[in-house]
């Protein structure tokens, strides 16, 4: 009888260990609607911070889709880029040269943290701003899943593999192979996002004068548009000054980014060299020749893909007071 009792208290404790299991790992995935019952308001103030910052400032929708691809690209989209106080968090790094908005991100948190105490993570925050900052500009709108918990770490070090403007293709295609995106989430994430925004000069001087041996232009510039963007950043020109990438309708999400590829009319290297490759050229080509829909589609699949890399669910990481530094 005894023997019996320990076998039914055995498997009780099993059952019991497996439905605490199978509860972790529910509570530990990333969910639409993750702050529905303990935050209810929490998308819509972020949305109206976004709107707000992008009617004073049409730039900061491409600010806040730049923000939002350098935080998932180093360790998942966990908020450690905005952590600001030392010297060697990933911010500093080489790669992050001229990313910003974190005052944006930091209005929305104070407001969370008067309504919704403890509540937020900042990791959601630039998930959700981003997605906002893209319908804001004509973009798609699209559900966001949230439930991201903060990271605790940002070292410049763990910065180093950043995709770079002056990458080859092949280089390109690994380091997005690396996160688990595919040829098509490149040409999206990388050349499709670019279709809002400006770069600097100081991103341009390879490409224009120390391409080649002997100081030559990248030839796959077109020879008609060389002269303009020789014209705005000068040989030993002001290295500061800005241009857009997509040099007709910078403020507006559409596909002409991709034609400009198409046309040898891109801004930024890594931006050519989606036509260097025979499978990106044929995404490329395939948006050009299809419905605005079918890309404003992908590009927010792209987008949630991007947003699901290493994030921090469940009883990882934390929720941090402040984003500018861990707990």
């Not at 559900?143 to 390109?172: C, E, F, H, Y």
């Not at 925004?197 to 510039?221: E, H, V, W």
Request: hydrophobic share 40%; aromatic share 6%; charged share 20%.
């Amino acid at each position: 009888m005894q023997k019996g009792s320990t076998q039914i208290a055995l498997i009780l404790a099993s059952l019991i260990i497996s439905n605490i299991v199978v509860l972790v790992v529910s509570q530990g995935q990333l969910r639409v609607g993750f702050y529905s019952k303990s935050c209810p308001n929490a998308e819509s103030i972020i949305r109206k911070v976004v709107q707000k910052a992008v009617a004073d400032n049409p730039r900061n929708a491409a600010i806040l889709l730049r923000l939002h691809f350098h935080d998932c690209f180093v360790q998942g989209c966990d908020g450690s880029i905005l952590i600001r106080n030392d010297e060697d968090v990933e911010l500093k790094a080489q790669g992050n040269l001229g990313v910003v908005g974190f005052d944006i991100i930091d209005s929305a948190k104070a407001r969370l943290e008067n309504l919704c105490p403890g509540i937020v993570s900042c990791a959601d925050i630039v998930s959700l701003a981003a997605r906002d900052a893209v319908s804001l500009v004509n973009g798609p709108f699209y559900d966001v899943p949230t439930g991201r918990r903060d990271g605790r770490v940002s070292k410049m070090s763990l910065a180093k593999n950043l995709p770079d403007v002056d990458d080859s293709i092949n280089v390109l295609k690994s380091k997005f192979k690396e996160k688990g995106l595919s040829d098509k989430d490149l040409v999206l994430l990388s050349g499709g996002s670019h279709t809002i925004g400006a770069t600097a000069c100081f991103f341009m001087q390879k490409r224009l004068y120390n391409f080649t041996p002997g100081g030559g232009s990248d030839p796959a510039i077109n020879p008609g548009f060389l002269p303009q963007l020789k014209d705005k950043c000068p040989f030993n020109g002001d290295v500061n000054v800005r241009i857009p990438l997509d040099w007709s309708t910078q403020n507006v999400f559409d596909v002409k980014i991709l034609r400009n590829i198409r046309e040898g009319n891109a801004v930024i290297a890594s931006d050519a060299r989606l036509y260097d490759d025979r499978m990106t050229r044929q995404i490329v080509d395939s948006y050009i020749t299809s419905s605005a829909a079918s890309f404003n589609q992908d590009f927010a699949e792209a987008m949630v893909k991007m947003g699901n890399i290493g994030a921090k669910t469940g009883s990882e990481g934390e929720i941090r007071r402040a984003c500018n530094a861990v707990n």
